[in-house]
Antibody
Framework: QVQLQQWGAGLLKPSETLSLTCAVY????????WSWIRQSPAKGLEWIGE???????NYNPSFKSRVTISVDASKNQFSLSLNSVTAADSAMYYC??????????WGQGTLVTVSS | DIQMTQSPSSLSASVGDRVTITCRASQSINTYLNWYQQKPGKAPKVLIYGASSLLSGVPSRFSGSGSGTDFTLTISSLQPEDFATYYC?????????FGQGTRLEI
């Protein structure tokens, strides 16, 4: 059974950088793309981007200028970095395996609040 | 980008009703379509992937169908625990966009 466990800072000030990490347990890490998603009342569910084990990435154009997704395949982990955050980036952030026609798996979510 | 449009945005129904939610993609996505259920304060729960494959443990009253651009999620007999918000999402090509959600209310 695949499990995703995520962690990172939950309270940020405007202009800081959001950093979250997701660890994958069980199943294969290679051969899949691993995603970050966020959800806010204003914007609903937004797919941020994805990465595979070799570091190939795809980003949502809405975030492309501010986001970096990285991978540490030796630890079965991938990370999200979003710079220059504002209050509009306050949301629940999720990591997930969303790959083709395969069963999706999601992390538990991390609430991120941006406030001065 | 492939846009996903759900209808209706909200739906009132009663226990025992048969309910259908529709999701339309702006271009063909084959069967690269997931359905989720979300209750307040909880993470989305996967119901169906690949348009029609029921995730293990999901009650059989849930079913999905469709391919190409038009998809449906059907709940054959609504139970009290099914009142929630439902989302579709495609996994065909990045960005993997979501529908706006369908709120199912009593």
């Amino acid at each position: 059974q695949v499990q995703l466990q995520q962690w990172g800072a939950g309270l940020l000030k405007p202009s800081e950088t959001l950093s979250l990490t997701c660890a994958v347990y069980g199943g294969s890490f290679t051969g899949y793309y691993w995603s970050w998603i966020r959800q806010s009342p204003a914007k609903g569910l937004e797919w941020i981007g994805e990465i595979n084990h070799s570091g190939s990435t795809n980003y949502n154009p809405s975030f492309k200028s501010r986001v970096t997704i990285s991978v540490d395949a030796s630890k079965n982990q991938f990370s999200l970095s979003l710079n220059s955050v504002t209050a509009a980036d306050s949301a629940m952030y999720y990591c997930a395996r969303l790959h083709g026609i395969t069963a999706p798996y999601w992390g538990q979510g991390t609430l991120v609040t941006v406030s001065s | 980008d492939i846009q996903m449009t759900q209808s209706p945005s909200s739906l009132s129904a009663s226990v025992g009703d048969r309910v259908t939610i529709t999701c339309r993609a702006s271009q063909s996505i084959n069967t690269y379509l997931n359905w989720y259920q979300q209750k307040p304060g909880k993470a989305p729960k996967v119901l169906i992937y690949g348009a029609s494959s029921l995730l293990s443990g999901v009650p059989s009253r849930f079913s999905g169908s469709g391919s190409g651009t038009d998809f449906t999620l059907t709940i054959s007999s609504l139970q009290p625990e099914d009142f929630a918000t439902y989302y579709c999402q495609h996994t065909y090509i990045a960005p993997l966009n979501f529908g706006q959600g369908t709120r199912l209310e009593i």
